[in-house]
């Protein structure tokens, strides 16, 4: 049964790889953008990067953290090769990282490049107009595979809980302590996500300097003890974000925060442990099988009174 509170939470991102080297291509490239905007997916379209830091930051990430990657093969006359390099090799990153495909190709285009070699099911068009049609057609009706891409479909995403936000508990030493949980969903109608772990990657303070300097540390999923679980086809599972021991005398009174952490050791725990009054932002990471490197980052505003204390999403 399809838990229809994960349902059209988030929007689905598509990367499109197409050319971008004559006005024809570009322009077709934002009319792509904007049938698949329209049809209510999150779509961005591939520039050409001419530096490590730019691929690194947008070509790479983008592509790992798209669900769908949208290809389009350009026939490119009068030009040797006759198609795009950085589309093909967009294509073999998309592939390599077993991104979900729909790929059209223009007549008179031959199975070069990535594609002599990837087992690709392309589409052809003839035209400008045809390539658009054949979009729309796909992204709204089952393609060969009997797998439809649903714009609500984001396989996998961060959210703060609507529900059951957070938990007082008493810990086995006696100490009362505030749990905050942060949600991983997977918005998938079909794949598990498998084997998932979320990592501590970074706290910065206010004004934006590390005060985390350590590897990655585990963190604890909520009421489990198992550092990896899996996350059914249209279900969720918290993680413990942050956990805060307080004083139920006068008042419910902080006396720290930090990332519950698992670990025993005292070095890891001093250097994650957060000050009352002070304001942070913490870096999570979630590490699959099934899917590349998500991150989220968290920003919390540490009070001196239990019920004041809250998480702020910022970024994933």
Same mark, same amino acid.
């Given at each position: ?5 994960? &349902?059209?939470?988030?929007?689905? %991102? +598509?990367?499109?790889? *197409? ?14 953008? !904007? ?10 379209? @591939? +520039? ?17 953290? *798209?669900?769908?990657? =949208?290809?389009?093969?350009?026939? %490119? ?12 090799? #967009? =294509?073999?990153?998309?592939?390599? =990282? ?56 984001? #396989? ?12 007082? !508990? ?25 084997? *998932? ?17 350590? #590897? ?12 990896? $679980? ?10 413990? !974000?942050?956990? @805060? ?14 990332? *519950?952490?698992?670990?025993? @050791? ?9 000050? $009352? ?22 920003? &919390? !505003? $540490?009070?001196?009174?239990?019920? #004041?204390? %809250?998480?702020? =999403?910022?970024?994933?």
């Amino acid at each position: 049964m399809i838990n229809e509170r994960l &349902v059209r939470r988030e929007k689905a %991102r +598509v990367f499109i790889s *197409c050319g971008q080297g004559s006005e024809r291509e570009r322009e077709v490239a934002q009319s792509i953008s !904007a049938l698949v905007t329209s049809l209510g997916f999150d779509a961005y379209v @591939a +520039v050409h990067e001419t530096t490590l830091e730019g691929l690194t930051s947008n070509i790479y990430r983008r592509i790992e953290d *798209c669900d769908f990657f =949208l290809f389009i093969d350009f026939r %490119r006359r009068r030009q040797k090769p006759d198609y795009s390099l950085f589309s093909h090799q #967009e =294509l073999a990153i998309a592939s390599f =990282l077993g991104k979900r495909f729909l790929g059209f190709q223009e007549k008179g285009r031959r199975l070069n490049g990535i594609l002599s070699f990837l087992q690709a099911n392309l589409q052809p068009f003839s035209n400008d107009e045809d390539l658009l049609a054949k979009i729309s057609s796909s992204l709204t009706t089952p393609d060969g595979a009997n797998q439809t891409w649903f714009p609500d479909e984001r #396989e996998v995403y961060f959210r703060l809980p609507e529900e059951f936000a957070g938990d007082r !508990a008493q810990r086995p030493d006696g100490q009362r302590a505030y749990y905050l949980f942060v949600e991983v969903v997977n918005g998938s109608r079909s794949r598990s996500l498998r084997n *998932c772990s979320v990592y501590l990657s970074a706290i910065r303070d206010a004004n934006g300097t590390s005060i985390y300097g350590l #590897e990655p540390m585990p963190i604890k999923w909520t009421g489990l003890r198992s550092e990896a $679980v899996h996350i059914p086809p249209m279900m969720s599972r918290r993680f413990d !974000a942050l956990v @805060a021991p307080y004083r139920q005398a006068p008042a419910d009174t902080i006396q720290s925060a930090y990332p *519950c952490i698992q670990t025993d @050791a005292g070095a890891f725990l001093r250097a994650v442990t957060l000050a $009352v009054g002070a304001t942070y932002e913490m870096d999570f990471m979630l590490a699959s099988t099934s899917t590349g490197g998500n991150t989220v980052t968290i920003r &919390v !505003a $540490v009070p001196e009174l239990v019920d #004041e204390l %809250r998480l702020e =999403l910022i970024h994933q």
